[in-house]
């Protein structure tokens, strides 16, 4: 029996970038079926990947990137597929990489598979900021969980079964980064890092805008706290 | 007005007024009763204060603060800073609540859609 995949690509206003991105997906793993999660967008979002053959829930609201993420799980749960995977709408992801990320979760051999542009040299070069950051969540989750996560800002993943039942009722709302996956971690769940290109984003806006820049060390340091030491509801 | 000091003039004035509007948004249904007790407190807090000089003075001496004006702050500050934090908790739980519905209007809406797809497809 094969697995059945669901690929969620969570969506804030991306219209211009979603069409490349979806033929994209079909032509690389076309067994696999699509969700857009369509972020409460004030553009054309939801008609587009509609039209291209996605399955399309929409928010009323904007939720936020991990919300929509959420939301994804919740669907995927319902509809009985074995594993999620997380991808980008920009364009950032590419589908090419889907087998080798898929590969350890289908295998049985970890329960969440992180395409990483740090585990062999990728030739991903990120801004000095961005770049900091990284730096100090690896080490943060290094510190937590006593071995490395090297990137733990990736938004390509893919999870089993058993980690979309817990995240579709308890997941960060606006950045699933290092503190989902010591939370993870520490729930008995295998992680594994899988070497992935990423590219730069080819249309829209990303999520993270310069006020979130500014908030994001200090929420996502105190998330990781708190996923060390709260109790897995 | 010869046994009353302007501020207490004031003070109970203010004091009244703050319960009247209190209680006629309770009325209208602007405000809820859970809400109205906090500031119905409040009130009281400012009428006993503001109007008894004796235990304003006497609070400010067992407290050790140096003016009776830094009692009235002290208090006023704290009851500021617990409704906030009040209200910060609630809404932290309103935020939760309100994704928790926004996220199955999402997939209720996706059903319906499915369903009304099928039933289309193939009438009955």
């Known amino acids: 029996m094969t697995a059945r995949v669901l690929v969620v690509i969570p969506a804030h206003n991306e219209q211009a970038s979603l069409p490349a991105t979806l033929a994209e997906v079909r032509a690389q793993a076309p067994t696999v079926d699509v969700l857009v999660v369509d972020d409460g967008s004030h553009d054309d979002t939801a008609r587009v990947a509609r039209a291209l053959g996605a399955t399309v829930v929409r928010h009323p609201v904007n939720l936020g990137v991990g919300g929509a993420l959420q939301t994804g799980f ?42 990483s542009r740090f585990v062999s040299s990728t030739g991903y070069r990120a801004p000095w900021n961005r770049r900091l950051g990284m730096l100090l969540f690896s080490g943060v989750v290094r510190l937590a969980l ?56 080819t ?21 990781s706290l708190m996923a060390l030491i709260r109790k897995p509801i | 007005m010869f ?66 004006s830094s009692t009235t702050f002290a208090f006023g500050l704290a009851f500021s ?16 609540e309100n994704h928790a519905l926004a996220r199955e209007l999402t997939l209720l809406r996706d059903e319906v859609e499915t369903l009304r797809q099928a039933g289309s497809r193939e009438p009955r």
């Open chain 1, 74 to 115: 919740r669907w995927a749960c319902r509809h009985g597929y074995d594993i999620a995977v997380q991808l980008d709408a920009d364009g950032q992801h590419d589908p090419r990489y889907l087998e080798a990320l898929l590969a350890p979760v289908i295998a049985g051999r970890s329960d969440v598979s992180i395409g």
């Open chain 1, 146 to 201: 006593g071995r490395p996560i090297y990137d733990t800002t990736s938004g390509f993943r893919a999870y089993n079964r058993k980690v979309i039942e817990v995240c579709q009722y308890d997941f960060p709302k606006d950045f699933p980064d290092a503190p989902l996956l010591i939370a993870l971690a520490r729930r008995g769940f295998r992680l594994e890092e899988v070497p992935v290109v990423m590219r730069e984003r």
């Open chain 2, 81 to 96: 800073l617990a409704m906030l934090l009040y209200h910060s908790l609630k809404q932290s739980r309103l935020t939760l």
């Open chain 1, 203 to 223: 249309a829209g806006r990303s999520f993270y805008t310069l006020g979130k820049q500014l908030y994001y060390p200090y929420k996502n340091l105190l998330a």
């Open chain 2, 3 to 68: 046994f009353l000091s302007r501020t207490q003039v004031i003070t109970a004035l203010g004091a009244v007024l703050l319960a009247l509007y209190v209680l006629d948004l309770v009325r209208r249904r602007k405000l809820s009763e859970e809400y109205s007790l906090l500031w119905v407190m409040a009130t009281v807090v400012i009428a006993v204060l503001g109007f008894s000089t004796p235990l304003l003075t006497w609070i400010t001496h067992a407290l050790g603060f140096l003016g009776e």
